[in-house]
């Protein structure tokens, strides 16, 4: 029985916390890439299509509301078939947590600590990962109220701090785009930034306070997080100019370094790039929670035995980064990067989709024959 409570407003900045999940090294760089100057374009597209996967989840999150993900799963499907779909669902947020922590740690070891091994690096974010795989949704809940007020306020301190070095002759070409480029943008975009949200559909909407506002805060956190995600391209773009941020594989790291305070306080940028340290170690934390919960609804496993098998989910995937993804980092970098994440989270989405119709499904007959 799942005791916990949480409001409905710390359940939407959960929902935008998971959103920024996949921003850093993987959205920006390849709609850099593929949108050039027209970025604007395939963000007011990818937002309309976006809505449409909200209208989704939220159908989801409001089907069976004493039940998470999981709970649902048991009631739809015969017991083997249930454990067949929670497995195969958990092994894909397994391989997401994989991604997600690689590119933190790629990021970490690119950018700050070059002569660290990445061993050491894992090992480090592996602290906090440890101490949220203990914890429950709303202690993560107030994590994720933490993330978000740094990152908006260091959002605001960098768009105003970096707004004189705009340059509106950088976004020229206005129409720089074809329908193909832009259609796989729009697709990328929307599945690898909208699917891992789609994880807090493990918090039964029982379990949320004020349950009837979550619409409009899904809603209303949506667009506020397309806005801010228009404003870091924007001032991406309209700084370094795109030819500039395409050869880097963090332009948003990039562009904070041409920032400087009251013309002599340097290297600030370290400081406001830590709200994307925050936000990746945030989904990270969540994922492992999203694992820990499918671990006790598949193997009716007590607390104890949870928590430990918790711990063998968190040093996995540490293995997994150094073993086969570090080595094979160039080759990563070269635009493939996005094939892996994003045919995960499809694969994600497709699965609870499914589950939806077919539960919908097996209810009506039921109904139709009592």
């Given at each position: 029985?799942?005791?916990?409570k949480?409001?409905s407003?710390t359940?939407s900045?959960?929902?935008?916390?998971?959103?920024?999940?996949s921003?850093l090294?993987?959205?920006f760089?390849?709609?850099?890439?593929?949108?050039k100057?027209?970025?604007?374009?395939?963000?007011?597209?990818?937002?309309v299509?976006g809505?449409?996967?909200?209208?989704i989840?939220?159908?989801?999150?409001?089907?069976?509301?004493?039940?998470?993900?999981?709970k649902?799963?048991?009631?739809?499907?015969?017991?083997?078939?249930?454990k067949c779909?929670?497995?195969?669902?958990?092994?894909?947020?397994?391989?997401?947590?994989?991604?997600?922590?690689?590119?933190?740690v790629?990021f970490?070891s690119?950018?700050f600590?070059?002569?660290?091994?990445n061993?050491?690096?894992?090992?480090?974010?592996?602290?906090?990962?440890?101490?949220?795989?203990?914890?429950?949704?709303?202690v993560?809940?107030?994590?994720?109220?933490f993330?978000?007020?740094?990152?908006?306020?260091?959002?605001?301190?960098?768009?105003?701090?970096?707004f004189s070095?705009v340059?509106?002759?950088?976004?020229k070409?206005?129409?720089?785009?074809?329908?193909?480029?832009?259609?796989?943008?729009v697709?990328?975009?929307?599945?690898?930034?909208?699917?891992?949200?789609?994880?807090?559909?493990?918090?039964?909407?029982?379990?949320?306070?004020?349950?009837?506002?979550?619409t409009r805060?899904?809603?209303?956190?949506?667009?506020l997080?397309?806005?801010?995600?228009?404003?870091?391209?924007?001032?991406i773009v309209s700084?370094l100019?795109?030819?500039?941020?395409?050869?880097?594989?963090?332009?948003s790291?990039?562009?904070?370094?041409?920032?400087?305070?009251?013309?002599?306080?340097?290297n600030?940028?370290?400081?406001?790039?830590?709200?994307w340290v925050?936000?990746?170690?945030?989904?990270?934390?969540?994922?492992?929670l999203?694992?820990?919960?499918?671990?006790?609804?598949?193997?009716?496993?007590?607390?104890?035995?949870?928590?430990?098998s918790?711990?063998?989910?968190?040093?996995?995937?540490?293995?997994?980064?150094?073993?086969?993804?570090?080595?094979?980092?160039?080759?990563?970098n070269?635009?493939?990067?996005?094939?892996?994440?994003?045919?995960?989270?499809?694969?994600?989405f497709?699965?609870?989709?499914?589950?939806?119709?077919?539960?919908?499904?097996i209810?009506?007959?039921k109904?139709?024959?009592?």
């Amino acid at each position: 029985m799942n005791r916990y409570k949480i409001s409905s407003l710390t359940f939407s900045l959960i929902f935008m916390c998971m959103l920024n999940s996949s921003l850093l090294g993987i959205i920006f760089p390849y709609i850099l890439h593929e949108s050039k100057t027209s970025f604007y374009i395939s963000l007011g597209i990818s937002f309309v299509v976006g809505l449409f996967l909200i209208f989704i989840y939220l159908r989801i999150f409001n089907f069976m509301p004493d039940k998470d993900i999981f709970k649902k799963i048991e009631a739809i499907f015969p017991k083997w078939i249930s454990k067949c779909v929670s497995f195969i669902l958990m092994m894909l947020v397994f391989l997401l947590t994989i991604i997600i922590i690689w590119r933190l740690v790629t990021f970490i070891s690119s950018e700050f600590l070059v002569e660290t091994p990445n061993l050491f690096i894992g090992l480090l974010i592996a602290a906090p990962l440890l101490y949220a795989s203990t914890t429950d949704f709303d202690v993560i809940g107030r994590l994720a109220t933490f993330c978000l007020a740094v990152a908006f306020l260091l959002l605001v301190f960098n768009v105003v701090s970096l707004f004189s070095q705009v340059d509106m002759n950088n976004l020229k070409p206005l129409l720089n785009f074809d329908l193909m480029h832009t259609g796989k943008s729009v697709l990328v975009f929307t599945f690898i930034v909208l699917v891992p949200a789609f994880l807090t559909l493990v918090i039964p909407k029982d379990n949320v306070t004020n349950s009837n506002k979550v619409t409009r805060s899904i809603l209303s956190i949506y667009t506020l997080e397309m806005i801010s995600i228009f404003l870091i391209f924007f001032i991406i773009v309209s700084v370094l100019g795109i030819n500039i941020a395409n050869i880097y594989t963090f332009p948003s790291y990039a562009v904070l370094k041409t920032l400087s305070v009251l013309s002599f306080i340097q290297n600030t940028e370290n400081i406001s790039i830590l709200v994307w340290v925050l936000l990746m170690t945030f989904a990270g934390s969540f994922c492992l929670l999203f694992l820990k919960s499918g671990l006790k609804s598949l193997f009716n496993f007590d607390k104890k035995k949870t928590q430990l098998s918790s711990l063998l989910f968190i040093f996995l995937p540490f293995l997994g980064i150094v073993l086969f993804m570090l080595p094979y980092e160039i080759y990563l970098n070269k635009f493939q990067y996005v094939i892996v994440p994003w045919a995960i989270n499809v694969s994600i989405f497709v699965i609870l989709v499914l589950i939806f119709v077919i539960g919908k499904i097996i209810f009506k007959i039921k109904k139709i024959t009592v």
